[in-house]
């Protein structure tokens, strides 16, 4: 792609309306406070319109026209976060692997590989796998044996795909996170302590699903573990064993969800959200970041669990009246049998 545009080209890009001059050139885009002339920036909450007053970008995406204001050159669209999302691709820098694979990389004989595959220094490709036209294995990357990857995958440095799993068409794996990592299952044993159940089925990732750094998700123990198409997924989360994620969800960092539980399509979840095992999880269901969730839901909607923060002073004695509840509960019910 080009390392700059014209503001012509980048109104036909997004669908926008130009209010300026098209042969402005942008080669960037850069936070509305702290851009700098060749940037474009955005706005798309209006209490960030006064930092408009003094930004040097060269240009803006807006919702609607701005008089009087201080960036001369504006792109009016539907959707000011979503016109941004996009230029980020547009002008993505991220160096790609060269399209070849690289001589200090390990392909075993009977791997399949697509048309225009990149591989780079130190992967690893094991026996019987498959990696799909396009796909890109970035420095360190593992792909194990008998794995399947789609076309247009990314994988990473040092992002593994264990054996058997399969990832479809246009999935990005982050750096550190393993696919098909061994499911926690051990049987106990009082002469022989935890046995441990090997860990017989797969993770199947649909497409255009996106998993961040040093995550782990489980294969199955006997069944999948299945991500569905359009799932993304931030860096440290933990999904185990058995676990089935429905289409479209988001899941933030630091979440963990326990086997067996089935998470419904278009599901978010923030941060630190923990998921007990062997639950059911409508479609549509929101979670607050740090919810505890312990049963299932059978209707869509938002959910939280947790205390918010408070000063410390005010947490003690609030943990305090806790603690005695439950002897309140039982002097309020002595005075309502009195009367």
Same mark, same amino acid.
């Given at each position: ?14 669908? +926008? ?5 098209? !042969? =402005? ?7 509305? +406070? ?11 909450? @209006?209490?960030?319109? %006064? ?15 701005? #008089? ?7 792109? *009016? ?14 002008? #993505? ?25 990149? *591989? ?9 796998? !498959? ?40 999935? @990005?794996? /982050? ?31 649909? #497409?255009?699903?996106? &998993?961040?750094?040093?995550? +782990? ?9 299945? *991500? ?9 989360? /933990? *999904?185990? /064993? ?19 539980? !089935?998470?419904?399509?278009? =599901? ?16 549509? &269901? ?21 205390? %918010?923060?408070? #000063?410390?002073?005010?947490?003690? $004695? ?12 039982? $002097? ?8």
């Amino acid at each position: 792609m080009p390392s700059s545009y014209n503001l012509t080209d980048l109104t036909t890009l997004l669908d +926008a309306q130009l209010l300026g001059d098209g !042969e =402005c050139i942008i080669s960037g885009i850069g936070d509305a +406070a702290t851009a700098t002339a060749g940037q474009i920036t955005f706005i798309s909450n @209006k209490k960030y319109l %006064p930092q408009l007053d003094t930004s040097a970008a060269s240009a803006v995406l807006l919702a609607a026209p701005l #008089d009087n204001c201080a960036v001369v050159n504006q792109l *009016i669209v539907a959707d000011p976060y979503l016109a941004y999302a996009k230029l980020t691709l547009i002008f #993505d820098n991220r160096p790609k692997t060269p399209a070849l694979i690289h001589p200090a990389a390990v392909v075993d004989p009977s791997a399949k590989l697509g048309e225009g595959v990149r *591989i780079a220094a130190g992967c690893v490709v094991e026996a019987g796998a !498959e990696v799909g036209d396009h796909t890109e294995l970035c420095a360190g990357a593992v792909v194990g044996p008998n794995a399947k990857l789609g076309q247009h995958c990314l994988l990473h440095a040092n992002a593994t795909i264990a054996h058997h799993c399969v990832l479809g068409n246009r999935v @990005k794996v /982050h750096s550190g996170t393993t696919v098909g990592s061994d499911g926690f299952g051990y049987a106990p044993s009082r002469d022989e302590g935890w046995v441990k159940i090997h860990q017989l089925g797969r993770v199947v990732i649909g #497409d255009d699903v996106e &998993v961040g750094a040093n995550c +782990a998700i489980d294969r199955g123990a006997i069944k999948d573990t299945i *991500i569905a198409d359009g799932v993304i997924i931030d860096n440290l989360v /933990h *999904i185990a /064993h058995n676990v089935t994620i429905g289409k479209r969800t988001a899941i933030a960092g630091c979440v963990g969800i326990a086997g067996s539980t !089935e998470v419904g399509a278009g =599901c978010t979840m923030g941060g630190f959200v923990a998921i007990n095992g062997h639950l059911k999880i409508a479609d549509n &269901v929101h979670f607050n970041g740090g919810t505890v969730v312990t049963k299932s839901i059978a209707e869509a909607g938002h959910y939280a669990s947790g205390s %918010p923060m408070q #000063d410390v002073r005010s947490w003690r $004695r609030n943990m305090v009246r806790l603690s005695q509840l439950d002897e309140w509960v039982g $002097r309020i019910k002595k005075l309502e049998d009195q009367q």
